[in-house]
């Protein structure tokens, strides 16, 4: 005769395992062991996920390239540096005794070599469709590692606050769609498609994403710059990163300056959003749309 445990679904078993009292006692115990004020980020992901939840991280990787690339939510000077997002100083990291890390999911250091620090958790971006989706329910299990559900859900309301109030700045903009790109170099520029997370706000204003093309599962395609003069009617938000010789050198060829939407007064160079963030990410993203283009026809 089967076990009972045998002739579970894993599913099941699972909900068995979380509904019993000694899986929710360790749950707890591993909760009442975490001080939030000591949680290391070794992606910027997770920082952001902190950070909504009122959190400042102890230690996060690359602060200079997060100032360049993020820069909101902004980090204080009080965090340390952890070295690469890909090689974080483990020494460093060990010295520091975090009571909890946090990455994105296959990003970094190997997991095991990471537990031998302190526990930890990693944390995905993207089902390759709704990141959006992805990110709201990540805060949620960042909050279970924290003790922390409420602020969890206070955040998540103000998300959907914010994202009703600018329903009424596009109400009357017109059918014309946005192009979201970055210049990297003299002849690639990297464009956000449909899957990416800003399409999640574009999608309740009702704007329709300018770039219809390939993108990776990460919801971004680097492409040639000559494939932007395909957009023939679309507003531009050319997000910068501190490349202004790069973006000056682009600029100014007559190859650019043939572009449809430069000719027609239509780009516009806007501060540095995270592509790849959360929620954080995706209001500054609505805010620097709504500086840009709100009640614009």
Not at 115 to 129: E, N
Request: with cysteine; net charge positive; proline share 6%.
């Amino acid at each position: 005769m089967k076990s009972l445990f045998s002739s579970l679904s894993r599913r099941q078993l699972l909900t068995l395992m979380a509904s019993s009292p000694l899986w929710l006692k360790s749950q707890n115990a591993l909760a009442a062991r975490i001080n939030p004020h000591r949680v290391a980020a070794l992606e910027w992901l997770p920082v952001e996920l902190l950070i909504a939840l009122g959190v400042t991280p102890y230690g996060v990787a690359d602060i200079p390239n997060y100032r360049r690339w993020v820069s909101e939510p902004a980090l204080p000077d009080s965090v340390i540096d952890l070295g690469l997002r890909t090689e974080p100083n483990l020494e460093l990291l060990a010295s520091m005794k975090p009571s909890l890390i946090v990455w994105s999911a296959g990003y970094g250091p190997a997991a095991t070599k990471l537990s031998r620090i302190a526990p930890g958790q990693g944390f995905t971006f993207t089902d390759g469709k709704h990141p959006l989706d992805v990110a709201r329910r990540s805060l949620v299990q960042m909050a279970e590692l924290l003790d922390m559900q409420q602020a969890a859900q206070t955040h998540l309301g103000q998300y959907d606050q914010f994202i009703d109030g600018l329903r009424t700045t596009f109400a009357h903009r017109g059918k014309r769609p946005v192009l979201l790109m970055s210049l990297l170099e003299s002849h690639h520029a990297l464009v956000l498609g449909n899957n990416s997370l800003f399409q999640q706000v574009l999608d309740p204003l009702g704007i329709e994403n300018a770039w219809q093309g390939e993108v990776t599962f990460w919801g971004s395609a680097i492409v040639g710059v000559e494939r932007l003069a395909d957009i023939r009617d679309a507003d531009v938000l050319c997000f910068g990163h501190g490349d202004n010789a790069t973006e000056r050198a682009i600029t100014h060829t007559p190859l650019w300056q043939s572009m449809p939407f430069v000719r027609q007064n239509r780009f516009h160079r806007v501060p540095a959003v995270w592509f790849y963030g959360a929620t954080l990410s995706a209001m500054h993203f609505g805010r620097v749309l709504s500086q840009t283009l709100g009640e614009k026809k």
